[in-house]
């Protein structure tokens, strides 16, 4: 069977509706958690999928976070490898800044809610395809530069780098393909003060926003992954 292990630092962004793709495609899949779990004694190559999933921290606050360390090093290791691995909004800042990227604000900006992407001439031959004009969620107020040997595949407006592959195994997605409309209720609990401090935000207008899109969004998330899969012989 394969496997695949994600890498979770709050327990409500999990895989999402990557999940039921990666069930139907034979992975067993496990998570590891950040902050909990020992990462320094997960083999980063055993694996054939890796996923980093998401979290409400930076991804350069290795002194609030020491496990950050330990995060650092097995995304190395994969990358290194060249084995799969896709990394989402925190994620993708963790594997930006493994390959030396720098992670920072976004100039005080927040990007959360619903929107589609600008997506490259790559973005659109790459299995990102499958979302041109769909909207997506963004969550986020950080912002990477792109890795050196990196292919810049989509942008927004307030983000220029919101997507990114790295050679043939590593995918990094700024934005939230994964989120579900009945997922995204935990998010609206979890991220009550966040949601709170942002000027003009509020969880009933991203109800709204999620009861209109998401269900687009879950249509067009198993090409996504189905066409990572398919580019890493795995699906």
Not at 193 to 202: M, T
Request: proline share 6%; net charge negative; charged share 20%.
């Amino acid at each position: 069977m394969k496997t695949c292990i994600a890498i979770r630092h709050v327990a409500f962004e999990d895989l999402g509706s990557f999940e039921p793709v990666l069930w139907e495609r034979g992975f067993d899949v496990a998570y590891r958690e950040a902050g909990w779990d020992e990462l320094d004694a997960v083999d980063p190559l055993a694996p054939d999928l890796m996923v980093v999933l998401g979290g409400p921290i930076g991804a350069y606050e290795d002194e609030s976070y020491p496990f950050l360390a330990d995060e650092l090093k097995l995304i190395e290791a994969r990358l290194k490898a060249g084995r799969p691995i896709v990394g989402i909004c925190l994620g993708a800042q963790l594997i930006a800044r493994a390959l030396g990227a720098r992670v920072y604000p976004n100039g005080g900006v927040k990007e959360i809610g619903w929107s589609p992407l600008d997506l490259t001439d790559a973005g659109r031959a790459s299995c990102l395809a499958a979302l041109d004009a769909v909207p997506v969620l963004h969550w986020h107020g950080d912002t990477f530069d792109l890795p050196d040997g990196a292919t810049l595949l989509a942008s927004t407006p307030l983000t220029r780098h919101q997507a990114f592959s790295w050679g043939r195994s590593a995918l990094g997605l700024q934005f939230h393909v994964e989120a579900t409309r009945h997922g995204l209720e935990r998010w609206f609990i979890g991220h009550a003060c966040e949601i709170a401090g942002v000027p003009g935000l509020s969880v009933r207008d991203l109800r709204a926003e999620t009861r209109r899109h998401a269900p687009l969004l879950e249509e067009c998330c198993p090409g996504v992954l189905a066409g990572f899969l398919s580019d890493m012989m795995l699906g």
